[in-house]
């Protein structure tokens, strides 16, 4: 039995509706993730920091780091081959690597040799006396995947896994990016935004045992705590930017902060640590939802998003 051309024609209509709700609910995650990841480094800066004891925002256009620009390269993948191709991920890590936005200098080196002709492989493997990096990279930049697979969580864990090996291949940086890519997924339910609680249970429930996996369960049980910087002072803030110290407490404001960007955000950069990461992870994962979208006054100072990690969807 063959198909007739109607039948043809409304397969190819539903899977480019499906791509491009994909693509705009992945878009709305990087926004947002740049917004948090750019405001949230102005806070480095010892001028502002009075102004993050009193929520006010600097003045200025606001730059964002390695986080959105590692981002944009997930999204460019994900629309030119709609799922993670490594090489491809790798090769776009290498040749847009801007070394003034704050990367790590292991990998800093490592994509400056990627992009010398280097084996991602063996030198993301060879990282840290042949542990790999456990840092929090792989998970600072995977909310606008996991907001691509909103539609299947499992999918987007599984992806997401595929995604951090190129940088990051230590199991707890890989659990990490998964975590933070199934709270982007549900979050980002076609069935609506989850309740705090119903968002950590999912987030536990796709990702392997680990000291990731512990700590979402210590935030889990802590999600009645209404300060931040309790919660901070056991589960981390990125302060040693590993992925341990930093997905678990952002997960946790990402799950309290649902509907509303502005709170989640502020909630998460006073406790101080990696304000940039913790807060475009945050940012990401809030952001996937209409009602979290980021204030227009933000986005407009934040720097706008490059061409290039959208031109595949034209």
Sequence with gaps: MTADSSDISDTTHTAHTSDTRRFACALASLRGLSVGDALGSQFFVPANHPLLKCREVPDGAWQWTDDTEMACSVLAVLLGHHRIDQDALAHSFASRHDFDRGYGPAVNRMLRLVR????????????????????????????????????????????????????????????????????????????????????????????PRSAVGAGLRRARDMLDYGDPSTVAAVLGCGRRTSAQDTVPFAVWSAARGLGDFREAFWATAQVGGDVDTTCAIVGGIVSVTEAGSPPRPWLDRTEPLPDWATAAAS
């Design 116 to 207: 010398e002709g280097g084996d991602w492989r063996e030198l993301a493997s060879a990282l840290f006396n042949g542990q790999g990096s456990w840092g929090n990279g792989a998970a600072m930049r995977i909310a606008p995947l996991g907001a691509w697979y909103a539609d299947d969580p499992e999918q987007a864990t599984h992806q997401a896994e595929i995604s951090a090996y190129p940088t990051h291949q230590h199991r707890e940086a890989i659990v990490g990016a998964m975590a933070v890519a199934a709270a982007a997924a549900l979050a980002a339910s076609p069935d609506g935004p989850p309740t705090a609680e119903a968002l950590l249970d999912g987030v536990i429930a796709l990702v």
